[in-house]
T-cell receptor
Framework: EAGVTQSPTHLIKTRGQQATLRCSPI?????VYWYQQALGLGLQFLLW???????NRGNFPPRFSGRQFPNYSSELNVNALELEDSALYLC????????????FGQGTRLTVV | AQTVTQSQPEMSVQEAETVTLSCTYD???????LFWYKQPPSRQMILVIR??????QNATENRFSVNFQKAAKSFSLKISDSQLGDAAMYFC???????????FGKGTKLTVNP
């Protein structure tokens, strides 16, 4: 069974541009979570999608947004990129909307120059 | 707000020895879960062990075990018979009552010396 897959693996963008990151959950999982892992800051909760709806978001500005598609895959969009957005973005999925059994992907390394 | 603190930015251990990673957390809730995740250079977060707060018995997974001290809000990870493949960043995490959010500590980098 395939795990959580994220694409692209690496992404380099210029300040002010937009970045789109993609996540495919484990088959049958309906909940998708996004986390930002900036250097030295640990993982910060970004967004939670379940059944196609945004259910909760962390303490991030509105230029961080996303969506979940009917097949439960998800997209994270970051607009007006800033240098401090450079980080590893991790996606996780779970069978139920409960993060006690979340499985993570390998992340997308976003570098803003 | 819940917080998770890992006071050891880096730890090292000799192969085949035992090492303990520390974690403390702050919460006023009674229903919660605690986790240890491992992040090797491949970057994928791998669940090592999970503890439900209502269970008094410490969780164990092969060479990995925890010392859960609920009153002290402490949740340490013991790795026995350390192997070179155990080298990674280890993150302690908290989840309140099955909610959607995991709160992570800043991690401990474990080095295993041959």
């Amino acid at each position: 069974e395939a795990g959580v897959t994220q694409s692209p693996t690496h992404l380099i963008k210029t300040r002010g541009q937009q970045a789109t990151l993609r996540c495919s959950p484990i088959s049958g999982h309906t909940s998708v979570y996004w986390y930002q892992q900036a250097l030295g800051l640990g993982l910060q909760f970004l967004l939670w999608y379940d059944e196609g709806e945004e259910r909760n978001r962390g303490n991030f500005p509105p230029r961080f947004s996303g969506r979940q598609f009917p097949n439960y895959s998800s997209e994270l969009n970051v607009n007006a990129l800033e240098l401090e957005d450079s980080a590893l973005y991790l996606c996780a999925s779970s069978l139920r909307p409960s993060n006690t059994e979340a499985f993570f992907g390998q992340g997308t390394r976003l570098t803003v120059v | 707000a819940q917080t998770v603190t890992q006071s050891q930015p880096e730890m090292s251990v000799q192969e085949a020895e035992t090492v303990t990673l520390s974690c403390t957390y702050d919460t006023s809730e009674s229903d919660y879960y605690l986790f240890w995740y491992k992040q090797p250079p491949s970057r994928q977060m791998i669940l090592v062990i999970r503890q439900e707060a209502y269970k008094q018995q410490n969780a164990t997974e092969n060479r990995f075990s925890v010392n859960f001290q609920k009153a002290a809000k402490s949740f340490s990870l013991k790795i026995s018979d350390s192997q070179l493949g155990d080298a990674a960043m280890y993150f302690c995490a908290y989840n309140q009552g099955g909610s959607e959010k995991l709160v992570f500590g800043k991690g401990t980098k474990l080095t295993v010396n041959p």
